[in-house]
Nanobody, 116 residues
Framework: QVQLVESGGGLVQAGGSLRLSCAAS????????MGWFRQAPGKEREFVALISWSAGSTVYAASVKGRFSISRDTAKNTVYLQMNSLKPEDTAVYYC?????????WGQGTQVTVSS
């Protein structure tokens, strides 16, 4: 069992920056990949970014590539999402996801609102 707790969401103006954090606890030894998804009101949940836990390899959605950066701190079992040049269309609830031992775990989500 893996527990995920997100933090760092908030309200920012367009063009601003925000950093999200996701702290993993519990049975994290077998964690293979961690990532971020987001869901805007009335929209389906979409992939944002992921990172391989051991190698640090990253993958980004086309909509955020060049603006967002995912990273991890292995000692703290924490993954980050640095969001720069934010746009109003980035407004959504952001969810942390972890893949471990063949299972998928989700955090509770953190709200990001970007004003125009």
């Amino acid at each position: 069992q893996v527990q995920l707790v997100e933090s760092g969401g908030g309200l920012v103006q367009a063009g601003g920056s925000l950093r999200l954090s996701c702290a993993a606890s519990g049975r994290t030894l077998s964690t293979d990949v961690m990532g971020w998804f987001r869901q805007a009101p009335g929209k389906e949940r979409e992939f944002v970014a992921l990172i391989s836990w051991s190698a640090g390899s990253t993958v980004y959605a086309a909509s955020v590539k060049g603006r967002f950066s995912i990273s991890r701190d292995t000692a703290k079992n924490t993954v980050y999402l640095q969001m720069n040049s934010l746009k109003p269309e980035d407004t959504a609830v952001y969810y942390c996801n972890a893949g471990a031992a063949g299972h998928s775990y989700w955090g509770q989500g953190t709200q990001v609102t970007v004003s125009s």
